[in-house]
């Protein structure tokens, strides 16, 4: 795309205004401009240029990537990639790819600085989407949507029988500059301040750069000083332009997924585990053009009014915050489609493995969708990392160049502090596991001791979204913010033991994620009552309210047991069970023996391990008995730890009398809670 080529770009205003652009994002300093303005002649594809920019921004938004980022930039600068930017005139190109993604490309850098804010960036990583409505070209007339859904399709064509449901007013003049984000003047500094030595580095990386750019297999930077160039059609085994195929499912020969397939699909279709619903949306620009956008969503994301995240395929991104722009037309699967599920399942068994070879970069979320939408455009075989540099050979430079920057560069914060969690790659999500109880039978040290495996991530505190209206009405996009990041390997988990003896918990843990895996530890009946009358007992002590004998409470005046004592109603386990086993199947439950962890716990982490399906990694160097204390503490390669004091206070004195009484008080609800688990514990 050049002027040589006959391409009429819009006038120097437009020039003006990606200057605008650049410095207002903060994307390069005024000399680095500077430099690339001087080679604005060897301009690449606005595509090329718009996705740099693009990268720069999200860079800028990933301190941990400050490495990569300075020296892309350097590379940038350097390499001239660097042209006159305009929305062009819709007739003045021919290739109708080239016009589309040119727009998207236009749009998404327009709307850059509303869709992330620094405060937004974690929250909103997990379904990144670029919000609509967006840009505009000079023409008045561009794509109103750029969404980083990685299955979305959009479409440039008129789609017959396509309903308008979204509408993009033309913007004003004036709103065609970018809004800058907002800074700390700390960071200002760091990024116009001239800095000699930091220019110095660069320089120094962008030879590293562009020498392993250049000696990539296959890649497309060419010799003369490391441009690099945006001729797609020219790289092997591409086979559209970017634009054109822009996060569109690949699709089997002969079979169109807004169409029929041509030919029938000889093999029986391997569907993904849920049944998929394609939801297919249209929206149209300000001049009328529309625009579909299909994705594929899990019925029970359908049926149910909140996301189900963990039930979707991998590599399957659900974007609820669209929900809100577009009306949707739910159209059920199978349909005509149908035919085309092989293709569906590959596409999501290929995109999973892009996925994990993107996860490798280190990248942020964000950055990772915006080249998963680079990548996902033309085929590719092999493993990982091999897949996804294939793909990103064939689908654009930029793409090639990015991964191959953050797997030289990996992103500061993993190579510094390998020994914490890193940021990056991380999202909230629904607890993969709950523990819901019972309360006062070890939950707190079930949940320290699955923290010492590096797959867990857990909730700090109580969350109670499950039992509390007030906590639950605030609505699942809360109860997930409460969550920890968690990598795509890593499970959460959360505990609330208040869960198991609420009568709402289990019907609104089920609707909300019903292939969670839940832990119960029990404890005998008669500790557990005891444990939590102490507990009650500290907790009135400290609130300065009378705390009256264990007896006066758990006796009536007839000498009779008090059913009503709610410490003793907990106790009974089969009450509370039998509501969890209406919403769960058995094997989604798995019983932790309380007495047992006290005394060993490795046997009983073995089992959850086994449970949870994680990779045995907790051992016998992670527990050490703490005579003062009484109980086994924890040690991990971070630190020693043992529980809080609360834990292990001593009981207050029973009259035998009434001891006897409880037991045999307990012996056949226990019996029937065995019974209905399916497993016995030594309780007598
Ligand atoms: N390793 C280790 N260290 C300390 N405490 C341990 C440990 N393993 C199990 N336990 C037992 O945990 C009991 C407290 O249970 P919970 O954590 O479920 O209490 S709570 O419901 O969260 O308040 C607590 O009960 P009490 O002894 O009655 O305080 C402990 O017996």
Redesign the pocket.
């Not at 039978?441 to 079930?446: M, Y």
């Not at 204390?629 to 924890?634: A, E, S, V």
């Not at 609360?646 to 206070?649: A, D, E, N, Q, W």
């Given at each position: 795309m050049s002027r040589a080529g006959g391409t009429a770009l819009s006038p120097p205003v437009s020039v003006k205004v990606f200057i605008e652009m650049i410095l207002g994002l903060g994307c390069l300093s005024p000399a680095r401009a500077g430099l690339v303005w001087r080679h604005h002649r060897r301009r690449p594809a606005a595509s090329f240029l718009m996705n740099l920019m693009k990268m720069c921004y999200e860079l800028e938004q990933t301190p941990e990537l400050l490495a990569p980022r300075s020296s892309l930039l350097a590379a940038a600068a350097a390499g001239g990639f660097c042209m006159d930017v305009a929305e062009p005139p819709r007739d003045s190109l021919t290739h109708r790819s080239n016009k589309q993604h040119l727009s998207q490309s236009w749009s998404a850098v327009q709307r850059v600085p509303p869709w992330i804010s620094s405060s937004q960036t974690r929250v909103a990583e997990p379904r990144s989407v670029l919000p609509l409505p967006g840009g505009r070209g000079a023409s008045g007339d561009s794509v109103s949507g750029w969404i980083s859904d990685p299955l979305s399709v959009i479409e440039s064509d008129r789609t017959p029988g396509s309903e308008s449901l979204y509408t993009v007013p033309p913007l004003e003049p004036s709103q065609g500059t970018v809004p800058t984000p907002e800074r700390t003047t700390e960071e200002e500094e760091r990024r116009d301040g001239g800095n000699e030595q930091q220019a110095h580095a660069e320089r120094g990386c962008l030879s590293e750069l562009l020498t392993m750019i250049s000696a990539a297999p296959g890649s497309a930077a060419a010799a003369d000083g490391g441009f690099i160039s945006s001729e797609r059609e020219t790289s092997a085994g591409a086979p559209e332009t970017l634009g054109r195929n822009q996060g569109k499912p690949e699709q089997s020969p002969g079979c169109s997924l807004e169409g029929s397939c041509q030919k029938p699909m000889p093999a029986p279709p391997q569907l993904p585990q849920l049944p998929i619903t394609l939801r297919r949306t249209s929206l149209r620009s300000g001049s009328g053009r529309t625009f579909t956008m299909s994705s594929y969503i899990s019925q029970a994301e359908e049926t149910s009014p909140r996301t189900n995240m963990s039930s979707a395929p991998p590599g399957l991104v659900y974007f609820p915050e669209l929900e809100h722009l577009f009306t949707s037309q739910p159209i059920p699967y199978p349909s005509p489609e149908a035919k085309c599920a092989e293709s569906f399942s590959r596409k999501w068994r290929e995109e999973a493995v892009i996925d994990r070879g993107l996860l490798e970069t280190g990248a942020s979320v964000t950055l990772r969708t915006s080249l998963r939408q680079m990548v996902v455009t033309s085929p590719g075989a092999g493993g990982s990392r091999s897949h996804v540099r294939a793909k990103a050979k064939a689908s654009d430079p930029m793409a090639l160049l990015m991964i191959t920057v953050l797997w030289a560069f990996p992103p500061l914060s993993t190579a510094v502090c390998a020994d914490e969690a890193p940021p990056t790659g991380s999202w909230h999500k629904l607890p993969d596991v709950i523990i819901i109880?019972?309360?006062?039978?070890?939950?707190?040290?079930?949940?320290?001791?699955l923290t010492l495996h590096p797959n867990i991530v857990a909730a700090k505190a109580?969350v109670h979204f499950f039992d509390r209206d007030a906590n639950y009405q605030r609505g699942e996009q809360w109860y997930i913010a409460q969550m920890p990041n968690a990598s795509r390997n890593q499970l959460i988990v959360e505990?609330t033991?208040a869960y198991f003896t609420s009568a709402l918990a289990p019907e609104r843990i089920r609707r909300a994620n019903p292939d969670v895996r839940l832990l119960l530890?029990v404890?005998k009946p008669v500790?557990?009552l005891?444990?939590?009358y102490?507990?009650v007992f500290y907790n009135r002590k400290e609130k300065r309210k009378p705390q009256p004998p264990m007896e006066a409470l758990m006796l009536t005046a007839d000498g009779e047991l008090n059913m009503e004592y709610k410490p003793l109603n907990r106790s009974l386990y089969c009450i509370h069970v039998r509501r969890w086993l209406q919403e769960f199947p058995r094997s989604r439950i798995h019983l932790v023996d309380?007495d047992t962890?006290?005394h060993e716990?490795l046997a009983e982490m073995k089992k959850v391990e086994a449970f949870l399906q994680l990779e045995p990694q907790i051992n016998s160097s992670n527990?050490y008995f703490?005579q003062t204390?009484?109980?086994?503490?924890?040690r991990d390669r971070l630190r020693e730890r043992?529980?809080?004091q609360?834990?292990?206070?001593k009981?207050p004195s029973v009259a035998p009398a009434v001891l006897q009484k409880l037991h045999d008080f307990f012996r056949q609800p226990n019996q029937r809670f065995f019974r209905m688990v399916g497993r016995a514990f030594d309780w007598d």
């Open positions: 109880g019972v309360r006062k039978a070890g939950t707190r040290a079930l949940l320290e001791m109580e505990k033991p530890i404890r500790q557990r005891l444990s939590d102490t507990q309380g962890l006290v716990p527990f703490n204390r009484g109980f086994f503490c924890l043992c529980l809080h609360s834990k292990g206070r009981h």
